[in-house]
């Protein structure tokens, strides 16, 4: 047997199961209706629903200043959900254009815990890795100093360049 003719026999073949299944899968079945609901009383009214037993909400780790304080810039999103123990209760973006001659712009994205006294933890990452850290007492104070690296006033005077 030559190979074209093993070639169209083979093609022949395949378009004969690609038809069948085409024509078996529109097929359809005419759709039974569906069966009165178990809720249905002989009278028509609906029975109640049965109450489902109240579940406890889970007891949430209190993040203390202590905690952000000692977190590691670079760190990312994920391993501080994992130190935390539960993902972020907001979260946003917000660009910086940075300081013209001294940074890039750049977007950074703020993840927020909140405490059950009304304390945050509020996390700024950049690239993924962490860059900002902050904690907000309930009164809404900030409890932590600003890192080193963000004091942008004062590059001028760490790289020697007069103003």
Do not use: C
């Not at 860059?131 to 004091?151: C, M, S, V």
């Amino acid at each position: 047997m030559s190979p074209k003719i093993a070639l169209v026999g083979g093609l022949a073949v395949l378009i004969a199961v690609l038809g069948l299944g085409f024509i078996l899968g529109t097929t359809q079945t005419e759709p039974t209706p569906p069966a009165e609901p178990p809720s249905q009383q002989m009278n028509g009214e609906p029975e109640p629903l049965p109450e489902l037993p109240e579940e406890e909400p889970e007891e949430r780790p209190h993040i203390a200043r202590d905690t952000v304080e000692n977190l590691y810039y670079g760190l990312s999103y994920e391993q501080a959900e994992e130190l935390f123990g539960f993902a972020s209760d907001y979260s946003e973006s917000e660009y910086d254009p940075g300081v013209e001659g001294y940074t890039s712009p750049f977007v950074i994205h703020w993840h927020e815990w909140e405490n059950e006294d009304g304390s945050k933890a509020r996390l700024g990452f950049v690239n993924d890795r962490l860059e900002r850290k902050q904690f907000i007492e309930p009164d809404g104070t900030a409890a932590l100093p600003d890192a080193p690296h963000l004091d942008v006033d004062s590059y001028g005077d760490i790289l020697g360049i007069e103003e």
